[in-house]
Structure formats: C-alpha cells, structure tokens
C-alpha cells in the first residue's frame, strides 16, 4: 500500500470556524509533512514531523496548528483563517526526512481548502 | 542559492507526438533528482528519481535523463497521449539532513487530439 489518504477532500469555512485536515498512511513512515500549494504553483513546505515530533516549522502563522497523534496520522488544525489561506493542502510521507534516494515522498490528493 | 529552474513553463502537443521537458539545478550538495506529475487538483505523484551516477532511468513512456556535470535534466515523454496532461515537477534534494527538497515551478503539458 503506497498510498496517503487526505481527509476531507474539499473544505469550505469562513473565518471565524475551526476546522481540521486528516492526513493517513500505512506505509510505516516515519516523516510526514504539510504543504500547501495555491494555482500554478509548486508546493511549499509548512511543517515537518519526524517520528511524531514536529522537526520544521517554516514560519508558517499560528493560526495553522499541527498534530501528529501518532506514526501514521498527521491533523492540521484550523483556525481564524485569512482569504488568502485558501489553497490546495498536501500533505506527504517518506521513509526519513534525510533527503536520500530512498526517501521519496508519497504525495496525498490534497485537500482544497475554501475561505470565505 | 539553491534554485530549479524548469522549461518551458507550459508546452501544447499533440497527441502521439513526443515532448521534451528541461529542468536545470544549482542545489549543492546534489543528492537526487526526481520528476513529479500533478494532475490539476491533485497531489505530485512519483515517476522517476535518479542520483548522481544514474544518466537515464525509464518509467514506461517516461525517460528522464540527468547530466551531473551541467546540473541539467530532462523528461522526455513518447507517444503522448491526453491524459500526460498535466504539471511536472522537477524535485532535487540536496545531501543534508532535513527535508531538503527545492521544487521547481514545472512545466504545464497539454495534450490535444
């Protein structure tokens, strides 16, 4: 199974509400990452977890909150949102976060986030 | 500074006809390299990766080259068909820890009948 599930598929939310993306794999990664990509663009990194500790933090605002419960689920909590959040949010697993060969990641379908 | 740089930035075609996609890096130190396909609104998937002593690497009617010496890359794609339609990214790593990856802005491939 080299497959990441992304949860929901898409999400509409004004910017009072709170909300949660899921992320899940079973392929027994240990890194996991978030990124978010808008239209014709490539993704950009948010944030990184390597064996369920967050290891990268790309300066991204508090109002996105990263969870990682355990190796194979990874939330990404939402809230007080800005218009220009809206955008499609990745999220990706690999082996290790090293970088190597053997580390290529897996790519969910995403999920299109909506804020009004 | 680490930069992908790819070309064209889109590219029309017609179907049975082949394409070919540039991808020049200036990441050091170089790891790997791997090309990406994305379909609209949905997330990269894999098709090739190569390191610095592989030159080619096929996948199907994908053959991705790389030249480590002129830090350039190509994707060359064969008897296209419309559902290559898509976005391609070119992905290099570089040798260090974290996550390292450096995305290029890829290249949008329609193919018409």
């Known amino acids: 199974d080299t497959e990441v599930t992304q949860t929901p598929k898409h999400l509409v939310m004004g910017m009072t509400n709170k909300k949660s993306l899921k992320c899940e794999q079973h392929m027994g990664h240990r890194a996991m990452y978030w990124y978010k990509q808008k239209a014709k663009k490539p993704p950009e990194l948010m944030f990184v977890y390597s064996y369920e500790k967050l290891s990268i933090n790309e300066s991204v605002p508090s109002r996105f909150s990263p969870e990682c419960p355990n190796s194979s689920l990874l939330n990404l909590h939402l809230h007080a949102l800005q218009p220009e959040d809206s955008a499609l949010y990745l999220c990706?697993?690999?082996?290790?976060?090293?970088?190597?060969?053997?580390?290529?990641?897996?790519f969910g379908p995403g999920t299109r986030l909506t804020v009004l | 500074k680490n930069q992908v740089e790819q070309s064209p930035q889109s590219l029309i075609i017609l179907e049975g006809k082949n394409c070919t996609l540039q991808c020049n890096y200036t990441v050091s130190p170089f790891s790997n390299l791997r090309w990406y396909k994305q379909d609209t609104g949905r997330g990269p998937v894999s098709l090739t990766i190569?390191?610095?002593?592989?030159n080619t690497k096929s996948n199907g009617r994908y053959t991705a080259t790389l030249d480590a010496d002129t830090k350039q890359s190509s994707l060359h794609i064969t008897a296209s068909q419309l559902s290559d339609s898509a976005s391609y990214i070119c992905v290099v790593s570089a040798k260090q820890a974290g996550t390292a990856l450096i995305f290029g802005k890829g290249t949008t491939l329609s193919v018409s009948s």
């Open positions: 990706a697993s690999s082996q290790r976060t090293s970088g190597g060969h053997t580390d290529t990641q897996y």
């Open positions: 190569m390191t610095f002593s592989e």
